[in-house]
């Protein structure tokens, strides 16, 4: 049997004090690792995450991934690195492009440098369905994030460093998930607002999306591409389907309107991706496109499979109704507690 490559290991997390770093950096304490990195811009939350976890494996840098320096000192000695910290609200993305980036671009770049000067054997970005056809500054971001990556694996194949991308859809109860939002409206008697009832939105929990990270560590190739198959729903069910949970059968639901750059459906996958795609059960695998740049064979071989494929979306995906939605609810801790369930 092949030994667990994560077993005694050390590992950075870029962003680790954010909701995805912080249960990242739990699934890999009880995993059994050496040592976990955490570089972060935010002493308070670096205080309370070491009060929290009170473990001595915890290693915490002060640092932002915009300055090389501090991305060097905190990679020392790892083996493997998970690339979450980003800017990721879509309207202050919106406001500020520029910060996004800094943060999420060059910021990438900082990493990969930082990673393949001191030997780290994998580095795993942390994407999302926005970056796939995107219409706002923090998707265009994060797609030049993912080509950064890429580049890395096309423009140096015999690099001991091994980087990959992650893309995912929304996670529950993570920073910016409108689930909180919900909860705090229906527990003070207030009207649910939506955006736009018909949007649709792929789910997902904290505990999937960091079992999609690990599979990258443990599988990627140079330049891979991942994503957590997840089914969706219409903003309209979710709100719904927390309303109800919380005792409200026929909640009142406000339309606002939608917001800057916000989709009426997401997508995971574009179908020049899915043409390519590995279906691998859980998950999808899109291998790097390593062509050279030769660009007369742009010219003289196309793709023809490209119009018989479409596009991997939250309209397309498994379609949950309110009951499914309630049962996959209740797969969350915050959830649980507030439900009394116990699963």
């Given at each position: 049997?092949t030994?667990?490559?994560m077993?005694?290991?050390t590992?950075?997390?870029t962003?680790?004090?954010?909701s995805?770093?912080?249960t990242?950096v739990?699934?890999?304490?009880r995993?059994?690792?050496h040592?976990?990195h955490?570089?972060s811009r935010?002493e308070?939350?670096?205080?309370d995450?070491?009060?929290r976890?009170?473990?001595?494996?915890?290693k915490f840098f002060l640092?932002d991934?915009?300055?090389?320096?501090s991305?060097a000192n905190?990679?020392?000695?790892?083996?493997?690195?998970?690339h979450?910290?980003?800017?990721?609200q879509?309207?202050?993305?919106?406001?500020f492009?520029?910060?996004?980036v800094?943060t999420n671009?060059?910021?990438?770049?900082?990493?990969i440098?930082?990673a393949?000067?001191?030997?780290?054997?994998?580095v795993?970005f942390?994407?999302t369905?926005?970056?796939?056809?995107?219409v706002?500054?923090?998707?265009?971001?994060?797609?030049?994030?993912?080509k950064t990556?890429?580049?890395f694996?096309r423009?140096h194949p015999?690099?001991?460093?091994t980087?990959?991308?992650?893309?995912?859809g929304?996670?529950?109860?993570?920073?910016g998930?409108?689930?909180p939002?919900?909860?705090?409206?229906v527990?003070a008697?207030?009207p649910?607002?939506l955006?736009?009832p018909r949007m649709t939105?792929?789910?997902m929990s904290?505990?999937?999306?960091?079992?999609?990270?690990?599979?990258?560590?443990t599988h990627a190739?140079?330049?891979?591409?991942?994503?957590r198959?997840?089914?969706a729903?219409?903003v309209?069910v979710?709100?719904?389907a927390?309303?109800q949970l919380l005792?409200?059968?026929d909640?009142d639901?406000?339309r606002?309107?939608?917001?800057?750059?916000e989709?009426l459906?997401?997508t995971?996958l574009?179908?020049e991706?899915?043409?390519k795609?590995?279906d691998?059960?859980a998950?999808f695998?899109v291998?790097?496109d390593?062509?050279?740049?030769?660009?007369?064979l742009?010219?003289d071989e196309g793709e023809?499979?490209?119009i018989?494929?479409?596009d991997y979306?939250?309209a397309s995906?498994?379609r949950?109704?309110?009951?499914?939605t309630?049962?996959?609810l209740?797969e969350l801790?915050?959830i649980?507690a507030?439900t009394?369930?116990d699963r």
């Amino acid at each position: 049997m092949t030994s667990d490559p994560m077993l005694g290991a050390t590992v950075m997390i870029t962003g680790g004090t954010g909701s995805f770093g912080s249960t990242m950096v739990g699934h890999l304490l009880r995993r059994g690792v050496h040592a976990v990195h955490v570089l972060s811009r935010d002493e308070a939350k670096q205080d309370d995450m070491r009060n929290r976890f009170s473990d001595s494996r915890l290693k915490f840098f002060l640092g932002d991934v915009r300055d090389p320096s501090s991305v060097a000192n905190a990679v020392v000695g790892t083996d493997f690195v998970f690339h979450a910290a980003a800017l990721k609200q879509v309207p202050s993305c919106e406001f500020f492009p520029d910060q996004a980036v800094k943060t999420n671009v060059v910021g990438s770049q900082n990493v990969i440098d930082a990673a393949s000067s001191a030997g780290v054997r994998s580095v795993v970005f942390l994407s999302t369905d926005k970056a796939v056809y995107p219409v706002n500054a923090m998707g265009m971001s994060k797609a030049l994030m993912e080509k950064t990556a890429q580049a890395f694996a096309r423009n140096h194949p015999t690099s001991g460093t091994t980087v990959s991308v992650t893309r995912y859809g929304n996670v529950m109860y993570s920073r910016g998930s409108v689930i909180p939002l919900f909860v705090k409206q229906v527990l003070a008697g207030e009207p649910l607002t939506l955006t736009e009832p018909r949007m649709t939105r792929f789910l997902m929990s904290l505990e999937a999306s960091v079992d999609l990270v690990e599979y990258a560590f443990t599988h990627a190739e140079p330049g891979d591409l991942f994503v957590r198959k997840a089914p969706a729903c219409t903003v309209e069910v979710l709100a719904t389907a927390v309303a109800q949970l919380l005792g409200v059968d026929d909640p009142d639901l406000r339309r606002i309107g939608t917001r800057h750059g916000e989709k009426l459906h997401e997508t995971l996958l574009s179908r020049e991706e899915m043409v390519k795609a590995e279906d691998r059960g859980a998950y999808f695998r899109v291998p790097l496109d390593a062509r050279s740049m030769q660009y007369e064979l742009y010219f003289d071989e196309g793709e023809p499979e490209v119009i018989e494929h479409e596009d991997y979306t939250s309209a397309s995906t498994e379609r949950m109704d309110v009951d499914q939605t309630k049962s996959l609810l209740l797969e969350l801790p915050e959830i649980q507690a507030l439900t009394g369930a116990d699963r």
